[in-house]
């Protein structure tokens, strides 16, 4: 079971990116996924995730109606659209599997495999 996390870089304030979270050893579109981010000194923080069973999505509060999560099962892979970045967007960003709960939430503990993680900047 492998997680790859790609698609981060240097945005400028505004900006756009998409992050790509490719799964192998397993199919993705049977367990939940979720996207979670740490900037340096402070605690990894979920950001987004999706559930296995009906595709639900779910936001934290400071990036709704900025990101999206999808997934495309064709490519075994999820995706997060990040839109009108801000500084504070600044982070590693993780994708992350949960083998054991279909209802993704943002709590670490439930998640069984991360991702390497890919560094998002936004600055000027």
């Known amino acids: 079971v492998q997680l790859q996390a790609s698609g981060g870089g240097l945005v400028q304030p505004g900006g756009s990116l998409r992050l790509s979270c490719a799964a192998s050893?397993?199919?993705?579109?049977?367990?939940?996924i979720g996207w979670f981010r740490q900037a340096p000194g402070k605690e990894r923080e979920g950001v987004s995730c999706i559930s296995s069973s009906d595709g639900s999505t779910y936001y934290a509060d400071s990036v709704k109606g900025r990101f999206t999560i999808s997934r495309d099962n064709a490519k075994n892979t999820v995706y997060l659209q990040m839109n009108s970045l801000k500084p504070e967007d600044t982070a590693v960003y993780y994708c992350?599997?949960?083998?054991?709960?279909?209802?993704?939430?943002?709590?670490?503990?439930?998640?069984?495999?991360w991702g390497q993680g890919t560094q998002v900047t936004v600055s000027s």
């Open positions: 992350a599997t949960s083998f054991r709960f279909p209802t993704p939430s943002f709590r670490l503990r439930e998640y069984d495999y």
């Open positions: 050893g397993f199919t993705l579109d049977y367990y939940a």
